[in-house]
C-alpha cells in the first residue's frame, strides 16, 4: 500500500527558532501534498494544499510567511514553521494524493509531527 | 466556506451497531470521506461516497444524500478497538481538498 513519512516524529524547540516538517511519500508520487494541523481533542485543519512545481494555496487566517511550505519533488514536502511560538505546539499531519489518482478520494496520511515550542 | 457537524461523543456496547451522523454545508462538492483517528495516531481511510446511497465494507458502512447534505457512518458488530474518533470529511473545490468535520469520539463499552 502506499506509504507517507513525516520527519521528524516529534520535536521540542525554543520559542523563536525555525522547525522544518519533511513529508515524504515512498511508494509512489504525488503531485499533491496536503498540510494539517490539529490541537487536542480538536478535528483537523488544513491549513494548505500544496503542488509539485508551484506555490501552496494557503487557507485562510493561515499565514504563509509563517508556515513555509515546499514542495520541491514528487516524493517530498516541506513544512518550516518561522519564529515559532508556544501556540505553535501542535500535531502537524500531511497527507499525499498519488499521481494519477482520481480526484476524489485517494490520499494517504503520514504519522504526524508532534511539535512542542517551550 | 466549509462547515460539517457531528456529534462529540457516542458510547456502544460492544457487539452493538452505531451510527454517526454527519452534517455539511459546502460549494463546490465532490464526495464524503469518513476517517478513523486512534488517540496520537494519524487519521486512516474508512469509505468515501461520491453519489447517494450506501456503501458497504467489511463492518462498516457509509450513507451519503446530495440532496439532504447528509451522511453517515455505520459500524456494525462494535468490536473495542472501534473505540477511537471518527471524522466525516468533504472533498470540494478545484484541487479536491478535503476539510474534516468536527470529529465524533466513540467508546465501546463490555
Known sequence: GAVVSQHPSWVICKSGTSVKIECRSLDFQATTMFWYRQFPKQSLMLMATSNEGSKATYEQGVEKDKFLINHASLTLSTLTVTSAHPEDSSFYICSARPQGAALYNEQFFGPGTRLTVL | GQSLEQPSEVTAVEG???????TYQTSGFYGLS?????????????????????????????????????????????????????????????????????????????
Open chain 2, 16 to 22: 452493538a451497531i452505531v451510527q454517526i451522523n454527519c
Open chain 2, 34 to 110: 469518513w476517517y478513523q483517528q486512534h488517540d496520537g495516531g494519524a487519521p486512516t481511510f474508512l469509505s468515501y461516497n461520491a453519489l447517494d446511497g450506501l456503501e458497504e465494507t467489511g463492518r462498516f458502512s457509509s450513507f451519503l444524500s446530495r440532496s439532504d447534505s447528509y451522511g453517515y457512518l455505520l459500524l456494525q458488530e462494535l468490536q473495542m478497538k472501534d473505540s477511537a474518533s471518527y471524522f466525516c470529511a468533504v472533498h470540494s473545490g478545484g484541487y479536491q481538498k478535503v476539510t474534516f468535520g468536527t470529529g465524533t469520539k466513540l467508546q465501546v463499552i463490555p
